[in-house]
């Protein structure tokens, strides 16, 4: 039973244009979600979170959208750059919940 | 600098022998986490322990076992009894004392059993 969804495996970017990586859960009890990256051979890093409160979060280069009617979010980096190359994970959580449910992940390719 | 050590990152053994990777933070978390990936497949959790002495299954928790005898260490056995052992292991912690914390990872320990 997948609760969280990343439907695209892989993505490709040109340099300095906007990519945008895309998340759906099933479990309306979820109220705080993360995206982590993650490089071959290493352990993801947390980029980005957001709680149900709200409907944006941005840092820097890095914004995420939630769209709780939808039970959708998504991360947008703009602009792209070749070392955002990685593997983007969604994660979701509820306070009340024990553990973290993370999607199959996107593997994003910006190209120079 | 706080993080969190795994331990030893590539990892051989033959079939039928029990091996166990260590994990060991320093940021002072309660709650800690072993997941498993495999190519093209998201993090599964295999255990996950809240406070010292205490631990739950995850969702793919056969074939593994854990221990929690301090705070800051918490080592996974995988035993003879996991049938796909080979893959990427990644330990996480976070402060369940505070809301909306996230995990933060170790570096992983490749395991092949051959």
């Known amino acids: 039973d997948q609760q969280v969804k990343q439907n695209s495996p892989s993505l490709s970017v040109q340099e300095g244009r906007i990519s945008i990586l895309n998340c759906d859960y099933t479990n309306s009890m979820f109220d705080y979600f993360l995206w982590y990256k993650k490089y071959p051979a290493e352990g993801p890093t947390f980029l980005i979170s957001i709680s149900s409160i709200k409907d944006k979060n941005e840092d820097g280069r890095f914004t995420v959208f939630l769209n709780k009617s939808a039970k959708h979010l998504s991360l947008h980096i703009v602009p792209s750059q070749p070392g955002d190359s990685a593997v983007y994970f969604c994660?979701?959580?509820?306070?009340?919940?024990?553990?973290?449910?993370f999607g199959s992940g996107t593997k994003l390719n910006v190209k120079p | 600098d706080g993080g969190i050590t795994q331990s030893p990152k590539y990892l051989f053994r033959k079939e039928g022998q029990n091996v166990t990777l260590s994990c060991e933070q320093n940021l002072n978390h309660d709650a800690m986490y072993w997941y498993r990936q495999d190519p093209g497949q998201g993090l599964r959790l295999i255990y996950y322990s809240q406070i010292v002495n205490d631990f739950q299954k995850g969702d793919i928790a056969e074939g593994y076992s854990v221990s929690r005898e301090k705070k800051e260490s918490f080592p996974l056995t995988v035993t003879s009894a996991q049938k796909n052992p080979t893959a990427f292991y990644l330990c996480a912690s976070n402060d369940r004392g505070v809301v909306n914390s996230p995990l933060h990872f170790g570096n992983g320990t490749r395991l092949t059993v051959t």
């Open positions: 994660a979701a959580n509820a306070y009340n919940f024990n553990k973290f449910y």
